[in-house]
Nanobody, 115 residues
Framework: VQLQASGGGLVQPGGSLRLSCAAS????????MGWYRQTPGKQRELVAT???????NFADSVKGRFTISRDNVKNTVYLQMNSLKPEDSAVYYC??????????WGEGTLVTVSS
């Protein structure tokens, strides 16, 4: 299983970024897909997830600012991040869960929100 994430970078407060993560090698396709983030000294936390049926879950801190979507043909998940704040700065990790509830993680992509 391989997860290829992209889209991180430096953005000013109030700006937008779009992360994407393409999954390959997952038998029967991903069941759940999502994004987590981590800052130094803190535990990894959920940002947003989306099921194969399209049900979405968001952390309270990003509701109304972030959206998550997926392309089930391409096995790709997207995270559109708007109105970014400095506290959104973190390493963002793509997560995929397969039919047998096994979790796979991408390498992480750095998002820095700073003026």
């Amino acid at each position: 299983v391989q997860l290829q994430a992209s889209g991180g970078g430096l953005v000013q407060p109030g700006g937008s970024l779009r992360l994407s993560c393409a999954a390959s090698g997952i038998v029967f396709g991903p069941k759940n897909m999502g994004w987590y983030r981590q800052t130094p000294g803190k535990q990894r936390e959920l940002v947003a997830t989306i099921t194969s049926g399209g049900s979405r879950n968001f952390a309270d801190s990003v509701k109304g600012r972030f959206t998550i979507s997926r392309d089930n043909v391409k096995n790709t998940v997207y995270l559109q991040m708007n109105s970014l704040k400095p506290e959104d700065s973190a390493v963002y990790y793509c997560n995929v869960r397969d039919t047998w509830y096994r979790d796979y993680w991408g390498e992480g992509t750095l998002v820095t929100v700073s003026s």
